[in-house]
């Protein structure tokens, strides 16, 4: 299995749709457009766009994008794309490529993860053996983890955004009673863990105490947060950081995860101002009786965007490194 350089990338969210570029196999990633998703009407538009400033035509592509994943075709959760890989490679004149879930190709950046990119979340983050879990919340909430597995990288995909999430205690039982919901009535994580989550989760905190919210939407709420950092906006980003914890915590739980867990992407590195680590690993760390092995398990946070995009060029470089089954997947 071999990817021609050059290689373009593309990382596809409900919101935006970021491309770079490499050259050659250990090449520099060289960033290229930043695109609204709702601008354009498919995949094949914003990709035309993204082509036009290229100055080397690529003969590969590797896109992740925020949905399930089936074959060669993945259809966006929070957007109206649907995209079929062996259409996109006949049209574009691409002589490979290979179609990722969002968090798949997340969890396939861990190995290449540079320590300027990181930020550890309690005294440190010390990598250990075992399962490594990542998650972010953007436009929805993504999930998955990372195994070795006979010296190959392999991920374990998920759509954890989805399952239900409940309160915990009496303190956010009255929350829990004003939350909008998403997902036919039922609170599920990204109901509050995800961009537009943090709205719904203001919305609730303001009902709860008798008040009416001042800001529309959650770019509003986090520009609030920032200027007054007492304030009830900036509350609510806390608590975020909380509940992220507290879902986190249950998800290590489940995948076992002693390699560590990782936060990637969306709106948490936009809101680090908010985050108080000794909370944070409190709350991650309550899980009796597992306490203890909580305790072992590191939390960091990536602070940049291109690490996802990094992580797609090193499989095109070496693509006998990932146990990826090419031959149902890859677009020739």
């Known amino acids: 299995m071999k990817f021609p350089f050059p290689?373009?990338?593309?990382?596809?969210?409900?919101?935006?749709?970021r491309f770079a570029s490499v050259s050659a196999p250990g090449a520099p990633l060289k960033i290229g457009l930043h695109l609204k998703t709702k601008d354009y009407r498919d995949f094949e538009t914003a990709l035309a766009s993204a082509l036009a400033g290229v100055q080397a035509k690529p003969r590969s592509l590797i896109v992740c994008a925020a949905g399930p994943v089936s074959g060669r075709s993945i259809k966006l959760t929070n957007a109206a794309w649907t995209i079929d890989g062996p259409k996109v490679a006949a049209s574009a004149g691409l002589e490979q490529g290979l179609l990722l879930n969002d968090f798949e190709a997340q969890a396939f950046s861990l190995p290449v993860l540079q320590p300027a990119w990181i930020l550890p979340i309690g005294t440190g983050y010390e990598k250990r053996p075992g399962v490594e879990l990542i998650m972010g919340l953007g436009t929805g909430l993504g999930a998955a983890a990372l195994v070795e597995l006979e010296n190959r990288h392999f991920v374990l995909s998920s759509e954890a955004g989805h399952m239900n999430f409940g309160p915990l205690g009496a303190q956010d039982a009255p929350l829990w009673r004003?939350?909008?919901t998403i997902a036919e009535g039922a609170v599920v994580a990204?109901?509050?863990l995800s961009g537009a989550g943090l709205m719904r989760l203001h919305k609730a905190r303001c009902a709860a105490a008798g008040k009416v919210p001042a800001e529309s939407d959650e770019i509003a709420l986090v520009e609030t947060a920032h200027l007054h950092k007492d304030s009830e906006e900036a509350q609510t980003l806390r608590l975020c950081w909380t509940l992220a914890a507290r879902f986190a915590g249950d998800l290590a739980l489940a995948f076992l995860a002693k390699g560590g867990v990782t936060f990637s992407g969306g709106i948490l590195p936009k809101i680090v101002d908010f985050l108080e680590p000794e909370t944070f690993r409190s709350v991650f760390e309550n899980k009796p009786p597992y306490a203890e092995?909580?305790?072992?398990?590191?939390t960091r946070l990536v602070t940049t965007d291109d690490a996802v995009l990094a992580g797609m060029a090193a499989i095109a470089a070496?693509?006998?490194?990932?146990a990826i089954d090419y031959?149902?997947?890859?677009w020739r």
């Open 7 to 17: 290689l373009l990338l593309c990382d596809i969210g409900g919101t935006n749709a």
């Open 178 to 180: 004003h939350l909008e």
């Open 190 to 192: 990204e109901t509050i």
């Open 293 to 298: 092995l909580m305790r072992g398990i590191g």
């Open 318 to 322: 070496a693509p006998q490194n990932y």
């Open 327 to 330: 031959s149902e997947r890859a």
